[in-house]
């Protein structure tokens, strides 16, 4: 007699370029590092989330790997997938970690104009941005942060503000709208997980704020890479 078919799980996101590929590395979840097929448990999981937090405060991981990582962690259905998480990091603790440069620069203002800025550095202090009659892009995606927590205050008078976080955040949003708009396009983490998180602090007059993640940011763009990704995938 035939047996049952078991339930399948939730796998991780195929869009999950940047987990490495296995390894032979210190496994937080200890013991047999190589746990293959054998069955993730919700405390697996969240160990291994508690690793990528540190990995964070030690300069290893930028917020959207940071982000990334945490997601796939949580879609983990086997331990060999939350190894594949952690493949390329070190044991927690371990020397040689060299945080990024402190990111200086925290207030970026467009008065009538333009600004664009990718925050590359450190973030441990709130983040402004104002525009007056302008537009303001702020891409948080290759920041450092340590806290997993990064704040905003954003000023729209008659301007636009756009920030651009990475996929798998969670978004507080508070402040006042008075003759504006402002929206968030970002894909809801469960609940109950301890995903990275972007409090923003609107204040917008007549203006406009939008806080998108990385899969709203450019729909367009990203359909046509993944569509030369696959078609080059074909011909290989």
Not at 73 to 94: Q, S
Not at 114 to 123: A, F, N, Q, T
Not at 163 to 178: F, K, L
């Amino acid at each position: 007699m035939s047996q049952p078919t078991p339930p399948q799980g939730r796998r991780p996101s195929e869009r999950r370029s940047q987990v490495p590929p296995h390894p032979q590395h210190t496994s937080p979840l200890g013991g047999d590092a190589g746990g293959g097929s054998v069955r993730a448990s919700d405390a697996e999981r969240e160990a291994v989330v508690e690793g990528l937090r540190v990995a964070s405060v030690e300069g290893r991981l930028t917020f959207e790997e940071l982000a990334e990582r945490t997601e796939a962690a949580y879609l983990a259905v086997t331990r060999g997938d939350l190894e594949n998480v952690t493949a390329d990091l070190p044991g927690m603790g371990a020397p040689g970690a060299e945080p990024a440069p402190t990111q200086v620069k925290r207030r970026f203002t467009a008065i009538m104009g333009d600004c664009k800025e990718r925050i590359l550095g450190r973030v441990e202090q709130e983040l402004e941005a104002l525009s007056v009659m302008g537009d303001i892009v702020l891409d948080l995606r290759g920041a450092q942060v340590p806290s997993g927590e990064v704040s905003v205050v954003a000023t729209a008078v008659m301007g636009d503000v756009k920030v651009i976080v990475p996929d798998g955040v969670t978004i507080e949003m508070t402040g006042y709208c008075v003759m504006g708009d402002r929206s968030v396009r970002v894909r809801e983490a469960r609940a109950g997980e301890r995903v990275p998180l972007v409090r923003v602090r609107a204040q917008v007059v007549m203006g406009d704020l939008k806080i998108v993640d990385d899969e709203h940011h450019a729909p367009v763009r990203r359909a046509l890479a993944s569509w030369w990704e696959e078609r080059k995938t074909r011909r290989d």
